[in-house]
């Protein structure tokens, strides 16, 4: 067993935000490996977040970001729970982040649910023409055409998008990291982006 240090559970607090106490714990159960530490902390986080997400979100920010050269702008609501949180430093950066993503990817809808079946369809009559033409059997077919679909997912609804300053996390990653440190059920309900010159 690791021998703990003070500094060692300074250091994963510093890099998660997490609480000392759940820092120690995590440290302990990895055995003082740093980076499965902070996995561990990451999971965690998932699970208490996946518990808090089917709570009433009713308050939020709207925040908005133009970019530079004023030619592309971005409001995003963000709700939460309570005005309490609503009002933090970090859920008001949080909010700004996300509109500055929405600006710099341009995504489709928040979730794969919103994508327009007509999209899904053109896409999938895409790739399964590719995947045919390539000559690969009819059992490898269905394959490519899942993974290019899955692909398509990631790049076009919010939630499963890479962040732009951290492609390793995925937009959701961020809320659910934020809702293990707000204790907070967090979502995004609406966004809207504006390009000069763009079609609606």
């Known amino acids: 067993m690791a021998n703990i ?62 970019h530079a050269g004023n030619n592309i702008g971005v409001l995003v609501e963000v709700n939460c729970e309570t005005d309490f949180v609503a009002k933090t430093d970090q859920f008001i950066q949080f909010a700004r982040d996300l509109a500055m993503h929405i600006a710099a990817v341009n995504p489709v809808c928040i979730r794969r649910e919103d994508v327009p079946d007509e999209l899904i369809q053109r896409e999938r009559e895409i790739y399964l023409k590719q995947a045919q033409d ?29 962040y732009v300053k951290d492609p390793d996390l995925t937009i959701q990653d961020l809320i659910n990291d934020l809702m293990a440190k707000m204790g907070e059920s967090i979502g ?7 390009q000069v010159g763009a079609e609606e």
Do not use: H
């Open 5 to 66: 240090s003070a500094s060692m559970v300074k250091e994963l607090r510093d890099r998660t935000k997490a609480g000392m106490m759940d820092c120690k714990k995590a440290l302990k159960e990895c055995d003082g490996d740093m980076e499965k530490a902070v996995d561990w902390l990451r999971q965690k986080g998932l699970s208490v977040a996946a518990k808090r997400a089917g709570r009433a979100t009713s308050q939020g920010v709207v925040q908005s970001y133009i």
């Open 188 to 194: 995004v309900r609406r966004y809207a982006r504006f």
């Open 134 to 162: 390539s000559g690969k059997p009819e059992n490898i077919i269905e394959k490519i055409v899942s993974g290019r679909m899955e692909k398509f997912y990631r790049e076009v609804c919010l939630l499963e998008q890479s």
